[in-house]
């Protein structure tokens, strides 16, 4: 199986460089806590009509971990507008008051969007007990992704732990899709752990700074570095 590549974009004018410098999905999210905001009709519309390739949209409407019972028939609306736009999938994600999945609401909203794949966003690093959540993520409906780093500080702080537990895990190493401060170092040993979903953010914006749009040669960097360790690793 070949790595895939998410790129993250805000906006339209992040999609040209991110599709030509071989992103195999994109997630389309404005700034905000950690994975960002739901964007609007409009802009989710430009992206999907640049986009060549599967694109996931943020699920969220505030930067807390919860949603309340307006937020979430509002999200379901979102959800089957972006759908019908032309998006792949959805990401999303919501912690109860204990600090665990919130299961029901993340269930609930999986079931109103039957068949549609979806990520469960980066508040899987702020749970109480990350071991939990990952127990508690296995059964839900349509769970293709767990964006991950292991700590709310990034990856920086949170791979070791993380890479024990994809090693230790098949289905966690499936799930798995690191994110939040990802290096090229970390790749191949995520490649042995069985990990191949990966997603860059500020890695492919010139500096790092978000106020620069997407770069396509550094997008082809990660492309290059991803297909050259897993071509290495099949040897």
Known sequence: MSPLLEVAVAGVVDVAGAVAG???????????ADDGLSPDLAEASAVLR???VPVRVMLRLNDSATTTGGEFTRLI???EEYLALGAEGVAFGFLDTDLEIDT?????LAAALPGVPW??????DRALDPRHVWRDLRGL???TAVASAGSPQ??????DDLLALAESDPEVARLLQPAGGLVAEQVPWWLRAGVWQFRVEGQVRPGG?????VDEALVRSWRTLLDSASARLSR
């Open 77 to 79: 609306g979102l959800a």
């Open 22 to 32: 071989g992103a195999d999905r994109l997630l389309h999210a404005v700034p905000g």
């Open 154 to 159: 990034g990856l920086g702080h949170g791979y």
């Open 209 to 213: 700074s978000s106020k620069a749009y």
């Open 50 to 52: 640049e986009s060549r």
């Open 104 to 108: 029901g609401t993340c269930a609930a």
């Open 141 to 143: 409906a349509g769970l």
């Open 119 to 124: 990520t469960f966003h980066r508040l899987v």
